[in-house]
């Protein structure tokens, strides 16, 4: 259900239901297991899958980073699997569970979680656009077929009215009030810019259900979230725009190379060198043939438009000589002066971070990278768990034989017969106390791995426990 006010505070938000269930509303970055905000006892009983919200919240006072993470159980490889928009958690569940009910499985928790807080200073609240380079004037009062973001120049209104049918449901961001799927951008909300073809913005034309996405993100926020270009890691991008609302990819080249077009018909310096810094951002670091060739001849202009070059004669194609190549001073606008690209790294070493990077993101190949850390420390454990319990239990039964033949032993003593000599037995009786408390203190040493086995003795390990520890 949604809520209109757009100052919801802690207490007008207690008491609210989504399925049927009373939902608490939880501070940014927050996170937890099972109901309301995820499902438990799904599929088998016992499985409870965990939630984790993040820093922007919609008008309506609900998160609008929120994500979703399996239960124990359904953990490839020990690694957790994560899901970041609820079209990715649903195509998961139809591929894993065939035969579920989805509708069901949804209805069984909240996917709406409301926030303890909406105060400007804490978080990145959600707000329609006052007014953008677009669309200014005092002109309040919009009717229904004026844009929702109040853009007066929006793409919607000028599409025919059965296009509508067209861009599949969306029930999310679509649904809190100022934002317009065909001009703003998913990742912060304001309105795009579609001045010189739109070269600053990518809108996914990805098929979803027979239905297109039709959701649109400024370049640099894509590349600022790490969901644009060429970004190694768990996402995994190769001069592509992931879609953080369907997961679709989209080929960027293409894009470049129409906005290198663009590009050829403006007659601004300054116009021309924002429009080619994108074109290098875009392009950096991939290793497909057709973007480094792309890359090679945007540089080669940009060379060019900073050596004073006639704006007509930057597209020549000339030898390298001419101009002197590309300048490797060209930065991207959007990363920090001190930033250097990555050269080659040892392995272990940490990689060169740019202090834009998305928290959200960020979160995901930290969780990630922990939980492998974490399965990885488990298995070592485990194997010295094993191992430990193989070694004492076999030592345990060695000494518990030792204390039988013992008792045989004295038993022999105390009624011997006249062809038995009483020394021979007692100093086999001896003999044999003697070897059990060598035994004893052997398990004693042994017992040392309680504490575990880096706080044991080398040569413990290698005398009781057959390993060879390096120095």
Not at 113 to 136: N, Q, V
Not at 226 to 236: D, H
Not at 266 to 280: A, C, Q
Not at 345 to 368: A, N, Q
């Amino acid at each position: 259900m949604d809520i209109d006010s757009a100052s919801v505070t802690k207490g007008s938000l207690c008491g609210q239901k989504e399925n049927g269930m009373p939902l608490y509303p939880v501070s940014f970055y927050d996170s937890g297991e099972g109901l309301p905000y995820a499902p438990e006892d799904w599929p088998n009983p016992g499985d409870k899958w965990s939630w984790k919200v993040g820093g922007r919240i919609a008008a309506s006072g609900y998160f609008l980073d929120r994500y979703m993470y399996t239960p124990i159980r359904l953990r490839e490889g020990g690694r957790k699997t994560g899901f970041a928009s609820k079209l990715s958690l649903e195509q998961y569940i139809r591929k894993k569970f065939p035969d579920a009910d989805v509708n069901a499985f949804f209805a069984s928790f909240s996917w709406k979680i409301p926030s303890k807080s909406s105060k400007k200073d804490d978080i990145e609240l959600f707000k329609p656009p006052r007014e953008t380079a677009e669309h200014s004037g005092s002109d309040s009062q919009f009717d229904d077929n004026r844009c929702k973001a109040g853009n007066r120049v929006c793409s919607s209104l000028s599409a025919p009215e059965d296009s509508v049918s067209d861009v599949m449901f969306c029930d999310i961001c679509c649904s809190e009030p100022g934002f317009c799927r065909d001009c703003c951008c998913i990742l912060c909300c304001k309105t795009i810019n579609m001045a010189f073809g739109g070269y600053s913005y990518i809108r996914c034309e990805a098929k979803i259900d027979g239905h297109v996405c039709g959701h649109s993100a400024h370049i640099e926020c894509a590349l600022r979230a790490y969901m644009a270009g060429t970004v190694g890691g768990s996402i995994g991008l190769e001069t592509e725009y992931y879609c953080r609302r369907c997961d679709s990819r989209t080929d960027l080249v293409s894009h470049v190379t129409r906005l290198l077009q663009t590009c050829e018909s403006v007659d601004s310096r300054d116009d021309i060198e924002k429009i080619l810094n994108v074109g290098i951002c875009v392009l950096r670091g991939s290793k497909k043939t057709s973007a480094k060739q792309l890359l090679h001849h945007i540089e080669m202009a940009m060379a060019k438009l900073r050596n004073g070059t006639y704006i007509e004669d930057i597209w020549k194609k000339e030898d390298t000589a001419v101009t002197g190549g590309p300048s490797p001073n060209v930065k991207c606008a959007f990363e920090f002066q001190n930033y250097e690209e990555p050269h080659d790294h040892k392995i272990g070493s940490p990689e060169p971070l740019s202090s834009t990077f998305d928290h959200r993101v960020e979160s995901l190949k930290l969780e990630d990278e922990i939980d492998q850390i974490l399965h990885a420390l488990r298995k070592s454990q485990d194997f010295e768990y094993r191992l430990a319990e193989e070694r004492l239990s076999a030592h345990k039964n060695y000494i518990l034989n030792l204390y039988q033949q013992l008792d045989k032993e004295r038993s022999d003593l105390s009624r011997h017969t006249p062809l038995k000599d009483p020394n021979t037995l007692l100093d086999a009786v001896q003999s044999r106390v003697d070897q059990i408390k060598g035994e004893v203190y052997k398990l004693k040493d042994m017992e040392e791995v309680a504490k575990g086995f880096g706080r044991v003795s080398k040569h413990i390990l290698k005398e009781h426990f057959g390993l060879e520890v390096e120095s």
